[in-house]
C-alpha cells in the first residue's frame, strides 16, 4: 500500500517539479547545461540522451579496437616468441595497413575497394601478358620469315 | 488567423504580434509554484485550462497581460482540441526525460490556431 509507513496516511504525490530536480544531475553529467535543461526546449533532453547513447557506443567501439589491436600485436608475435625456444627463424605476422572497419558499410565500401584494386590488378597483368605474347608471337614471325625484318 | 505548427509549441500572430506558446521545466515548475496540477484538470476543467493556457505565455511571452492572454483565449475555437494540445505540451517536458517516450512521434504535438 502507498503511504506513509508509520502514521498510514497517503504520501503526497510527486509533482512534474519534483522529477525535474532528481533528473537534472543526470543530465548534467550528459554535458547538458542549465539553462538548457530549465529553459530550452523540452525535446533538447531526448536529443542529449541519444547523443549520450552514441558518445558511450562509439567509446565503446574505440576500447574495443585498443583490445583487438593489443591482442592482434600478441599474435603477431607469439611465432617469434616460440621460435626463441626453439629452431628456426619465424617472422613476425605484418601488423594492419589501416584501421579495422567501424561500421557494416565501411566494411563493405573496403571490400568493394579491395574488389576493384584486384580487377585492376589482374587487367595489368593481363594486359602485360597479351603483350609479351604479342612480342613473342613476332618474333617468332620474323624467325619464321629469316629476314630478320620487322 | 494563423496556421504555423512546430514541435511543441503553438505559433499565432495576433493585432499584429506574434505569439510562441510552449512549457519549458522552468515554467512548469513556476506554475506547480503558483499551485497548479495537471492531476486536478478533471475536478476543475474550466479553471484548470485557463491556467494551463496562461502557463504557455511564461515561456515567451511573459509580458503578454492577462486581458490579451484570456482575449486570446476566448478566441480558440475548439476548447477540447486546444486541451488536449496543451496537456500533450505540458506531459512533454516531463515524457522527454524518460528513455520509454522515444522513438515515436507522440510527443511532437502539431496544432492549428484558428482565431
Known amino acids: 500500500m502507498d503511504g506513509d509507513p508509520v502514521t498510514g496516511e497517503p504520501s503526497a504525490p510527486i509533482t512534474y517539479t519534483d522529477a525535474f530536480s532528481q533528473l537534472f544531475p543526470q543530465y548534467m553529467v550528459m554535458g547538458m547545461s542549465y539553462d538548457e535543461y530549465w529553459n530550452g526546449h523540452a525535446i533538447l533532453t531526448k536529443y542529449y540522451r541519444e547523443a549520450y547513447d552514441l558518445r558511450n557506443h562509439n567509446d565503446e567501439w574505440d576500447r574495443w579496437r585498443r583490445g583487438a589491436y593489443f591482442y592482434d600485436a600478441l599474435l603477431r608475435v607469439a611465432p617469434v616468441m616460440r621460435a626463441a625456444f626453439g629452431k628456426g627463424k619465424v617472422e613476425p605476422g605484418k601488423y594492419p595497413e589501416e584501421p579495422w572497419p567501424l561500421t557494416e558499410k565501411e566494411a563493405k565500401e573496403r571490400e568493394i575497394r579491395r574488389e576493384r584494386e584486384n580487377t585492376e590488378r589482374f587487367i595489368k597483368r593481363l594486359e602485360a601478358e597479351s603483350e609479351r605474347n604479342l612480342k613473342k608471337l613476332n618474333e617468332a614471325k620474323k624467325e619464321a620469315r629469316g629476314d630478320g625484318r620487322d | ?115
Open chain 2, 1 to 115: 488567423m494563423a496556421d504555423i505548427k512546430k514541435v511543441n509549441q503553438i505559433n499565432f500572430d495576433y493585432n499584429g504580434k506574434h505569439y510562441c506558446l510552449e512549457y519549458t521545466r522552468e515554467t512548469v515548475k513556476q506554475m506547480e509554484a503558483m499551485g497548479f496540477s495537471l492531476n486536478d484538470i478533471g475536478d476543475k476543467p474550466a479553471t484548470r485550462i485557463e491556467q494551463l493556457w496562461a502557463g504557455a505565455f511564461l515561456a515567451n511571452c511573459r509580458k503578454t497581460s492577462q486581458t490579451i492572454v484570456k482575449e486570446l483565449f476566448d478566441k480558440m475555437n475548439d476548447k477540447e482540441a486546444l486541451l488536449k494540445t496543451l496537456t500533450e505540451m505540458y506531459n512533454n517536458t516531463l515524457s522527454y526525460l524518460l528513455p520509454d517516450a522515444e522513438d515515436d512521434d507522440e510527443g511532437n504535438v502539431e496544432w492549428t490556431a484558428t482565431l
